[in-house]
């Protein structure tokens, strides 16, 4: 796969503007805003069912705001736990129809190799176990070559030796100016990474201001 030269990530950006969040007849959120520039990572938090994920699906464009707008400059790729590829086919041809779509195609073939999958390249899908589909989701992620990545739990389901390979993978986009946004219960061992607490921004809690507090990696275990 082809590098991206650190300009060519230089200019992403991703800003929510007094977004609001509904899903059914719940407000989840309201009123929130914040900027994440190139290089920047930030860790959503927050109890359960407050609307991590939903804000991962908003910034994603699967979701429409409740009131507000959301700004990007940068494709977006997003990762979560679904599969998302055709079970029947081999995982390498799996991949290379998404990095076609994405208009990288040959890129699968260099993911493959970081999330140590190359080895399972004939290997149809449906036969992957559920460590292996997760990395096969992360070498999806890894060969978009979109500057924001939206990650959804990305280390459930990994032996430590995928995680160190997730977090190089992390700290290596985020050198050539890409953007991290991350929900992980497990937390994520990432250098200078920023927190945004979606308990500041609950509806009705009388609060509209919850910007980030900077953390360092001390504080995950």
Same mark, same amino acid.
């Given at each position: 796969m082809g590098r991206k030269r650190l300009s060519d990530f230089g200019n992403a950006r991703l800003a929510c503007h007094?977004?609001?969040?509904?899903r059914g007849d719940r407000l989840?959120?309201?009123?929130?805003?914040?900027?994440?520039?190139?290089g920047e990572a930030v860790l959503i938090t927050g109890a359960n069912g407050i609307?991590? +994920?939903s804000l991962l699906r908003l910034l994603a464009g699967?979701?429409?705001?409740?009131? &507000?707008? %959301?700004?990007?400059?940068?494709?977006?790729?997003?990762a979560d736990e679904a599969l998302a590829m055709d079970r029947h086919l081999p995982l390498e041809k799996a991949l290379a129809y998404w990095a076609a779509l994405d208009g990288v195609l040959g890129a699968e073939k260099e993911a493959m190799a970081v999330m140590a999958?190359?080895?399972?390249?004939d290997s149809p899908v449906r036969l992957l176990s559920t460590g292996q589909r997760k990395r096969a989701v992360l070498a999806r992620l890894l060969a978009s070559q979109a500057a924001i990545w939206l990650?959804?739990?990305?280390?459930?389901?990994?032996?430590?030796? +995928?995680?160190r390979a997730l977090i190089e993978m992390?700290?290596?986009?985020?050198?050539? &100016?890409? %953007?991290?946004?991350a929900v992980s219960h497990q937390g994520l061992d990432?250098?200078?990474?920023?927190?945004?607490?979606?308990?500041?921004?609950?509806?009705?809690?009388?609060?509209?201001?919850?910007?980030?507090?900077l953390l360092d990696e001390s504080h995950f275990s």
């Amino acid at each position: 796969m082809g590098r991206k030269r650190l300009s060519d990530f230089g200019n992403a950006r991703l800003a929510c503007h007094d977004v609001s969040c509904l899903r059914g007849d719940r407000l989840l959120f309201t009123h929130l805003s914040f900027e994440v520039k190139a290089g920047e990572a930030v860790l959503i938090t927050g109890a359960n069912g407050i609307g991590k +994920s939903s804000l991962l699906r908003l910034l994603a464009g699967f979701l429409k705001p409740f009131s &507000g707008h %959301i700004e990007k400059w940068g494709r977006v790729a997003f990762a979560d736990e679904a599969l998302a590829m055709d079970r029947h086919l081999p995982l390498e041809k799996a991949l290379a129809y998404w990095a076609a779509l994405d208009g990288v195609l040959g890129a699968e073939k260099e993911a493959m190799a970081v999330m140590a999958l190359d080895i399972l390249a004939d290997s149809p899908v449906r036969l992957l176990s559920t460590g292996q589909r997760k990395r096969a989701v992360l070498a999806r992620l890894l060969a978009s070559q979109a500057a924001i990545w939206l990650l959804d739990e990305p280390a459930n389901g990994l032996d430590a030796a +995928s995680v160190r390979a997730l977090i190089e993978m992390i700290e290596h986009h985020r050198q050539k &100016g890409g %953007i991290i946004l991350a929900v992980s219960h497990q937390g994520l061992d990432m250098a200078d990474y920023k927190t945004l607490s979606l308990e500041n921004f609950v509806a009705n809690s009388g609060q509209s201001s919850g910007f980030f507090d900077l953390l360092d990696e001390s504080h995950f275990s």
